[in-house]
């Protein structure tokens, strides 16, 4: 079973440019999660999402950034007009159905690492 | 908002050595995991504890809920080259969103 695949891994972005990063689950989970890991930080949740619903945005910045997981293929992060410090290590993960306990714990890809010139 | 703290930031040991590391919360979390991530990787689930006063190993690894839900500690014992990473607990509680809060992660060094 393919684990959760993000891509691109690397992706260097002018200011000004867009970036998208994209993620497909493990098989059989629905519920996709976006963190974000800065330099020598720990990883911080930026937004949770189902098929076609965002359910919690309350770790995205209010402007630039969007995410979506439509009904087909990947779950997208869009970070328009970037800047410098939107570099950084965006990873995706992705849990099964269900909330019973343990059935949540997440699975992360190996994420996509972001440079902004 | 919820943080968990885990220090010191580095630690280094001799291979062989057992190591342990802390972390703690402000506030209570219904499920403690702790992660290992290698570098240009994600990272990893080691340990998943759902019960306070939980006690659970895996292979050379040994983690344990907090009665108190407010911390949780890894053992590793008899430390190997390959242990080298950043481990990072994380703290998640039940319903619809079940996001996880991390800790900034402790970078293990082993000395062969």
């Known amino acids: 079973n393919a684990g959760v695949m993000q891509n691109p891994r690397h992706l260097v972005r002018r200011r000004g440019q867009e970036a998208r990063l994209r993620c497909s689950p493990m098989?059989?989970?629905?519920?996709v999660y976006w963190y974000r890991q800065l330099p020598e930080e720990g990883l911080k949740f930026m937004v949770y999402l189902q098929k076609e619903n965002i359910i919690d945005e309350s770790g995205m910045p209010k402007e630039r950034f969007s995410a979506e997981f439509p009904k087909e293929g990947p779950s997208i992060l869009r970070i328009q007009q970037v800047v410098r410090g939107d570099s950084a290590a965006y990873f995706c993960a992705s849990s099964p159905l269900g909330r019973q306990a343990g059935a949540n714990v997440l699975t992360f890809g190996a994420g996509s690492r972001l440079t902004v010139l | 908002g919820q943080q968990l703290n885990q220090s010191p930031q580095s630690m280094f040991i001799q291979e062989g050595e057992d190591v342990s590391m802390n972390c703690t919360s402000s506030s209570i979390f219904n499920t403690w995991l702790w992660y290992k991530q290698d570098p240009g990787e994600g990272p990893v689930l080691l340990i998943a504890?759902?019960?306070?006063?939980e006690l659970t190993s895996n292979g050379r690894l040994t983690a344990q809920f907090g009665i108190t839900r407010k911390d949780s500690f890894l053992n590793i014992s008899a430390s190997i080259p390959s242990d080298v990473g950043i481990y990072f607990c994380a703290g998640q509680n039940y319903g619809a969103n079940s996001k996880l809060t991390f800790g900034k992660g402790i970078t293990l060094s082993v000395r062969p």
């Open positions: 098989k059989g989970h629905s519920h």
């Open positions: 504890l759902y019960k306070a006063g």
